[in-house]
């Protein structure tokens, strides 16, 4: 079915009980005029789990630092290796699988990595609704306000929110058009666009309807940094979206998130690009959104309304799926389940080798040997580290572009090898350069289905 | 496999229910029961009689099936065959007994509201529709048939899944 | 009544003026009932290259040896790491880029790989019309005539073959179905589908319509190797059709193909695994088959028939693809060669690993290592060529299967590096073990497309 003619359909005018403003934060309110949706919306505290993804409800004893008396699961606890690669940064002493969007404010103030570590205001923007906080906090201007909250402290910052993400982050309160809040994504979006040729790029202004089904999400589900002493929400797209853009502007600005503990190299985390991988595969390719799968259209009474309760589409493949794919609700379930599998196989062996490299690199400072000794195998460390986290931060298990998830983690596994390699000597010196994997950035979340 | 579809995994115990091929006498029960039903429900509901007709619009008196008929009318069919021709057999008897089966059924799911969001095409009528498109194209398709022997048909659908509607 | 059953009126549009035999294998006395049938088969004489496909023809003086005027590209010549890779076999004496089924006899008799080396009768299985010299061969059992051939010498056995693969190969002369004449398949599918848990599989018996439409393939577009010293033609299939299926059998029966000049180590080649990564992909669980892209049907006149000038499907995009794919010529070509792309990418990542193993075992043999110095090294040499060549072989260049085309690299590439780092004295031993990349054996070929 085409996804384009269903959006005709939606368009239905609803009850306006309450006058809507650009002020009103409360999605309560917003609920007045919508109420299926605001439903729809308060289920994202569900937790159900897939094989791969969804998240469990664990109980637990709430405490005076940490209210929480149900979490997800403790990722550290399910695999060890991650507090190796991930040794002497915040994320070794706490990672848990991500939940409904009506977590996304208590997670975050509860994570002993902000309990335990000092974190700045930035990280607000994408864990509250913070659109109305940052146009007071800018008397209007929604940069200046943006700018400031990120220098603030996350404990003074995290006073001015209230909700998780709310309707009037993604809703202009008259039209209920989408829009684009979020400053970080206006200047990624415009640094990529730049990248591709495109001039001045103005989200709100020149991205389409069916673009904006993504780049809502794309605001937040994505690769970023805090850049300068400003602490300035950013993200690394000024090369292309492709993991190699960003660790080659990583690069070009030297940044790092961390010093390794156990190797003292420059490392960088990488977190969550799901917007950046979809958007290097087939589907992006053919026009589907996120909100395609995550907020399926979905039938209340004799309407279609988007699906607010955004969630695996695994827990929900018949609205999900099966208006463009005619196979049964099992056969998606395992054509998803063979790729995440493969992802799964790969991402071992990946990371496998990252933890084997870090182990030797260690005994080598052990041993004594020089900053110059190691420079070529930290390299490489840092590389295959970024290649890795990069793809296991995405969390779809692979399946938003499986061919591409699968040759970053073949490069990681050759390139922590190679670490290993080097630490004993040996550099590659290829009679044949291997061929780019990927033709010159390319905007493909612009791509139409025909 | 082509010739016997696997259900089309919906989960609704009355949709499987239907998802058999029909043996004579449950055939007639059902009729008997389609026309009671058909007629019940179109007390309520006028689309019952729907079924009856030929005009696309009478199907999309169930809002249900706007979108098809909106794809129909887009498609390379729009102008050439409408969905009675697709969607029920040769022949007026068999016709107007899937009328009536397939009227009782979405009637009743229409009204009880128990039906797929994405609604799927029954093994039944998948079947019904692949031995439709030979009503009008079976000249052109005899030759790729021909190493076909009964039960192992060439599956049309495979590769035109679209030609009726998106 | 059953209202299911299609009329079975008159389905036989093709006017039959000789009467054929199952002993007529001249593929012009066949032509003379389906003339446009015979047109599209001829015409596999075109050549044309796509960016990956398709074949060059590029131009020769003819020897007295060699005949040929017209051949395809060199591909020892376009990739000289396939000579180091294959050191010490017939295949880094000469290999081509595949061309069409016209050319396989004639092709087959004047590769340097039979000119300069003994071949047995068995290599004729796969590039003639073979099915009437088995039969007479075998006074009408085919088995006994397939086991005959395969032990001749090829030049007695290729005086006894006049024809590339014709008609009868593929076609009963008196129902035109598809039928399976090669044993060596009748022999691969049994034992395949025993190890999924189907006791004795008569393909011709039990194999659907539509699956016919892959087998027929299958009977050539497969991994093989010559048994025993009756030089049988076996396929590797008693695990599975995957490559870690097919290393453990060998294993299993402690096969090589060759010892590598430069390593010593028993090596393995792959040759085109077409129906097995088929067998690994979204088409195959989709239930297209083989002549469904390669062989699609196209309008004469009033008829839909096969086209059976068998090709590579991006010079023939409308047809192949365009059925089921709503998307414009252009964009199906370039999705093709996205994947393509990445996939010789890291095609080129895992081919530069198993050449620098080589260079190191190489050296360490040179400095004197005992056998059981490059015992771990040799054995990762073995699994890691026998991957990587085993999609590198595969001829869609990775497309009929992404995803496990770049999961079998990534395992190379690994595989490869280790070898390197075993030479050295490193061997890993991980805390996790790589969770299993796919489900156990399943047979994809027989899913319905719902
Ligand atoms: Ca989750
Ligand atoms: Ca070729």
Not at chain 1, 289 to 294: E, P
Not at chain 2, 85 to 111: E, M, Q, R, W
Request: charged fraction near 25%; glycine fraction near 6%.
């Amino acid at each position: 079915v085409n996804i384009f003619e269903r959006k005709q359909e939606s368009r239905n005018p609803f009850f306006r009980v309450v006058e809507l403003t650009d002020d009103v934060d409360d999605p309560a309110v917003w609920g007045k005029n919508f109420p299926l949706h605001y439903d729809s919306y308060k289920r994202t505290v569900d937790q159900e789990r897939t094989r791969y993804g969804g998240s469990e409800a664990l109980r637990r004893l709430p405490t005076k630092v940490d209210p929480r008396s149900v979490v997800a699961q403790n990722k550290l606890e399910d695999d060890p290796r991650l507090t190796t690669i991930w040794a002497g940064y915040a994320f070794a002493t706490d990672f848990r699988e991500e939940r409904g969007h009506a977590y996304m404010l208590v997670d975050q103030r509860n994570t002993r990595r902000v309990l335990e570590f000092k974190q700045p205001g930035t990280c607000l923007n994408c864990h509250a609704s913070t659109y109305t906080t940052m146009k007071e906090l800018g008397n209007g201007d929604l940069t200046a306000g943006f700018e400031k909250m990120n220098q603030m402290s996350y404990s003074d910052a995290t006073k001015l929110v209230e909700h998780p993400v709310s309707c009037i982050d993604c809703h202009d309160p008259k039209t209920m058009q989408l829009r684009i809040t979020r400053p970080a994504f206006m200047e990624g979006m415009r640094v990529f666009k730049a990248s591709t040729g495109i001039q001045d790029f103005d989200v709100n202004r020149d991205a389409s309807a069916q673009e904006m089904r993504s780049y809502v999400c794309g605001q937040c589900h994505v690769e970023y940094y805090f850049k300068g002493p400003e602490k300035r929400l950013t993200f690394p797209w000024q090369k292309g979206l492709k993991v190699d853009d960003a660790l080659a502007y990583y690069d070009e600005v030297k940044h790092a998130d961390w010093v390794h503990a156990d190797t003292g190299t420059q490392t960088l985390k990488a977190q969550h690009p799901e917007f950046e991988m979809y958007n290097q595969g087939v589907h992006a390719r053919s026009g589907v959104a996120c909100a395609d799968c995550h907020m399926p259209y979905k039938r209340e009474g004799g309407l279609k309304i988007s699906d607010h309760h955004v969630r695996s589409p695994l827990l929900n493949i018949n609205r999900a799926c099966q208006g463009c794919h005619h196979f049964s609700e099992q056969e998606m379930k395992s054509r998803v389940e063979t790729i995440q599998r493969r992802f799964a196989h790969s991402r071992d062996v990946a990371m496998n080798a990252v933890v084997d490299l870090i182990a030797d690199i260690k005994s080598a400072r052990a041993a004594g040997k020089t900053e110059k000794d190691l420079a070529a195998s930290r390299d490489l460390h840092r590389k295959s580290q970024f290649f890795l986290d990069y793809v296991e931060a995405e969390n779809s298990m692979g399946f938003h572009a499986p061919g591409e998830a699968l040759r970053v983690l073949a490069d990681a596994t050759d390139m922590a090898r190679r670490g290993q390699l080097a630490l004993r000597g040996f550099i590659s010196s290829p009679t044949k350069q291997p061929a780019p994997a990927n033709e010159r950035v390319q905007d493909l979340s612009s791509k139409g289905t025909r | 496999m082509y010739n016997q579809p696997v259900a089309p995994g919906n989960d609704i115990g009355m949709i499987q229910a239907r998802q058999n091929g029909f043996a004579a006498p449950l055939l007639l029960a059902i009729v008997a029961g389609a026309t009671v039903g058909v007629g019940l429900y179109t007390f309520g509901y006028a689309q019952g009689a729907s079924y009856m007709t030929d005009n696309p619009q009478a199907c999309a008196n169930c809002h249900v099936m706007r979108e098809q008929l909106e794809g129909w009318r887009k498609s390379s069919h729009g102008k050439v065959a409408v969905c009675n021709d697709c969607h029920t057999p040769p022949g007026l008897g068999p016709k107007y007994v899937t009328k009536a089966i397939n009227g009782f059924f979405h009637s009743l799911a229409f009204t009880t509201n128990h039906f797929p969001d994405q609604i799927r095409i029954t093994p039944r009528n998948f079947r019904v529709t692949e031995s439709s498109c030979l009503k009008c194209h079976s000249d052109l398709v005899d030759g790729i048939r021909g190493t076909r022997t009964d039960g192992s048909d060439v599956s049309c659908i495979t590769c035109h899944r679209s030609v009726g509607h998106m």
